[in-house]
């Protein structure tokens, strides 16, 4: 007697008179049942790879430092290429961020970008509404069947001719995190098999019709050993939905330190479906104060917006990635333009404008081949920084930086910066870390704060930033040593501040206590959180 079939996914958790409206269109039988198939054959690995990432975390806690794999050098002496690039893909040279809900995906479509990054991750907080809903906006924009009106303003949003549209790139959740509303089997599914399952199985075929194809930002990867089960992800998919092989491209952030010793291994595990590697500047920072958080004094990092992208170690780590890609044959993206301007100060815009015009104008001159922003209006900004460079030309990746030469110990050489900690930069990361939290915690993932946009990756550098000057001693500028009561002293000012800022009402209508004590907790317990958002997860509704 044959054993019974695996039972499909369960919906738990899921009121059913909260029930995303449309959800029935996204979680068809037979899209469970390929989301279970991702779960049954790939969970049981990625569940080994975190465990590897535990210990690489406690070798580093060992050693205090990372080196280039000696193991994999035949790869990086190898004679290899990536995959050509797909003619959607050519010209990469301003892509625009943001989440999926329905206005985003009209505005970034229309912005004027040549790629919208799509965001499931860092800039979306997976509730339910969000995850459901992200995927009908992105499949009601290829069937030309969006629009949207602002129920306060009453301006209404529709696309533009499909000539003028962003090519769309979906950022899954990272590996880590799981999708506690599908269970398989009595275990939640990793939300990166949700978000890429639910995306590709209905849409593969259709952006191929479209003369696209389903392409991929893979988030929070630590190793190449990640990247390739992404690989076997893409080529199990193609083969069960009926995709040619190949047909998949990804473009992976290198966002952790790890990763960074890792960048050509990265691109060869996915050769047959790589498009490029992304500089993504916040969470790199998260993960080295992550790695090297009790290594010494000479791992701590100043405040956060004093380090920038002409910091030696982030010199070393953006021409090392420049370099990699190109001689690869794949696309390096930059990184983040995060102002949102100001529709009431011109001073503010004119001032900020300018560092982005000289952000940008450094990458392209640096040779990559193109970054990102975080607004429309940042859209013509960056395109004439790298119009300025490439031309007609849709990138430069015959720009080989064969002049740059980078050692291991020059990725991680942080006490190269002179900037040192402050009263006001542990300020900000309290301010950011609360605020930004309180409305992750009511379903925003991307959240304008002090003219920034801040997504998960600036909470994240800011709590952990807290942890570390705490646990190293830190003294500030103003005298004063980092310490828990500090933090907590500070901590209490900020509720009190936006207490008066917001209003009685508004605060008690808000979740700003418990954003509060999230960061509190996340910043100052002894064992030290990986993710912020696995315990915020716990705390959302939806």
Request: charged share 25%; aromatic share 8%; net charge negative.
């Amino acid at each position: 007697m044959s054993a019974p079939a695996p039972s499909p996914l369960e919906i738990v958790g899921v009121d059913p008179g909260q029930r995303p409206a449309r959800q029935d269109e996204v979680l068809t039988g037979a899209a469970l049942e390929f989301v279970a198939a991702l779960h049954r054959r790939f969970t049981p690995r990625r569940d080994e790879l975190l465990a590897r990432r535990a210990e690489k975390r406690a070798e580093i806690a060992r050693t205090s430092t990372l080196d280039f794999l000696p193991e994999t050098a035949h790869v990086r002496e190898g004679d290899w290429k990536v995959a050509d690039c797909p003619p959607a893909l050519l010209d990469r040279r301003v892509e625009i961020t943001g989440p999926t809900d329905r206005k985003m995906t009209i505005n970034a479509l229309n912005s004027g970008a040549q790629a919208w990054l799509a965001d499931f991750e860092d800039a979306s907080a997976p509730t339910w509404e969000n995850v459901i809903g992200g995927q009908l906006n992105l499949t009601d924009a290829y069937e030309r069947r969006i629009d949207f009106t602002d129920e306060r303003s009453g301006k209404s949003y529709a696309l533009r001719p499909a000539e003028e549209l962003a090519t769309v790139v979906v950022r899954p959740r990272g590996w880590h995190m799981d999708e506690r509303h599908l269970v398989c089997n009595g275990r939640p599914v990793p939300g990166a098999l949700v978000d890429f399952g639910l995306y590709f199985f209905h849409n593969a075929q259709r952006l191929l019709d479209l003369g696209k194809g389903p392409y991929f930002y893979l988030p929070k990867t630590e190793s190449h050993l990640e990247a390739r089960l992404w690989n076997e992800v893409f080529v199990f998919a193609q083969d069960y939905c009926g995709i040619p092989q190949g047909t998949v491209r990804a473009t992976v952030l290198i966002e952790t330190i790890t990763a960074a010793y890792e960048m050509e291994e990265i691109l060869y595990e996915l050769r047959d479906h790589a498009a490029g590697l992304n500089a993504g500047r916040w969470d790199y920072l998260f993960s080295i104060v992550k790695n090297f958080r009790d290594a010494g004094s000479r791992f701590v990092l100043p405040d956060r917006n004093a380090v920038t992208m002409t910091a030696p170690f982030m010199r070393a780590y953006t021409e090392l990635l420049v370099r990699t890609c190109h001689k690869r044959g794949a696309h390096a993206i930059g990184g983040m333009a995060a102002f949102i301007p100001s529709r009431k100060d011109p001073k503010v815009n004119e001032v900020a404008f300018e560092k982005v015009r000289a952000d940008k104008d450094r990458e392209a001159k640096d040779g990559f081949d193109g970054s990102w922003v975080a607004h429309p209006d940042l859209v013509p900004v960056a395109k004439a920084s790298f119009d300025a460079v490439l031309g007609e030309r849709p990138n430069q990746k015959e720009r080989l930086r064969e002049d740059v030469h980078v050692k291991a110990a020059d990725l991680i050489a942080v006490d190269s910066l002179e900037a040192r900690p402050t009263f006001e930069g542990l300020r900000n990361a309290v301010q950011v870390g609360i605020r930004y939290i309180e409305a992750w915690l009511r379903g925003l993932g991307a959240v304008a704060i002090f003219n920034l946009m801040e997504d998960a990756a600036t909470a994240e550098i800011s709590r952990s930033q807290i942890w570390q000057w705490i646990n190293a001693g830190v003294v500030l500028d103003t005298g004063r040593q980092v310490t828990a009561e500090l933090a907590r002293q500070v901590a209490a000012d900020e509720l009190a501040a936006i207490r008066e800022e917001t209003g009685e009402d508004a605060f008690a209508a808000g979740r700003w206590q418990e954003a509060h004590d999230l960061l509190l907790r996340v910043a100052l317990d002894e064992k030290y959180e990986d993710f912020l958002t696995t315990p915020a997860y716990q705390m959302l509704r939806g």
